[in-house]
């Protein structure tokens, strides 16, 4: 059985376009008016790591309490810890979120002295876990971010604002 060269040429070109048909419908990125490539937009939105209210810890008579008042151009909040035997703080966080992790400048009033230092919480989990490591010599700035822990026995849980 001999074909012709004509019906080969059909075959090879309905073959080939088929080919290019399955690799474009493949294909995941697309390139943009900058020329360069982007990924393709998914369908399925990712929720916010964070949310605006209340994320609160109460427990062995301590209490943390963080209101996310704004979320534009970065985090704003207040921040209040009540621990046993302490004096109160209550001040302002002013941060932003980078990948997992909130660091943000908290500013607030203990004993009636303003003080400001910084702040890091790790989001896991719909919950805010406080990071803890080596001050600088003022005890205001961590040294090395990326050495915190987040090993806190006092997470904060979204919670309703109280009003």
Do not use: H, W
């Not at 376009?17 to 419908?25: A, D, E, H, M, N």
């Not at 003022?138 to 915190?148: E, M, Q, R």
């Amino acid at each position: 059985m001999n074909i012709r060269p004509k019906e080969k040429m059909k075959k090879l070109i309905f073959l080939s376009l088929l080919t290019i048909g399955f690799l474009s419908c493949n294909n995941t990125t697309s390139k943009g008016k900058d020329g360069l490539k982007k990924e393709a937009v998914t369908a399925k939105k990712q929720l916010p790591l964070l949310q605006l209210g209340c994320y609160s810890f109460n427990g062995n008579n301590n209490t943390i309490i963080l209101e996310i008042t704004n979320l534009r151009n970065g985090v704003n909040g207040d921040l209040t810890y009540i621990f046993e035997g302490k004096d109160n703080r209550s001040g302002t966080l002013i941060g932003k979120v980078t990948g997992d992790k909130l660091f943000g400048e908290y500013t607030f009033m203990s004993e009636g002295v303003e003080s400001i230092r910084e702040v890091a919480f790790l989001i896991k989990d719909g919950q805010l876990i406080e990071g803890y490591g080596e001050l600088n010599e003022n005890g205001t700035a961590f040294v090395a971010k990326s050495n915190l822990e987040f090993t806190s026995t006092m997470p904060l849980t979204k919670t309703e604002c109280d009003d």
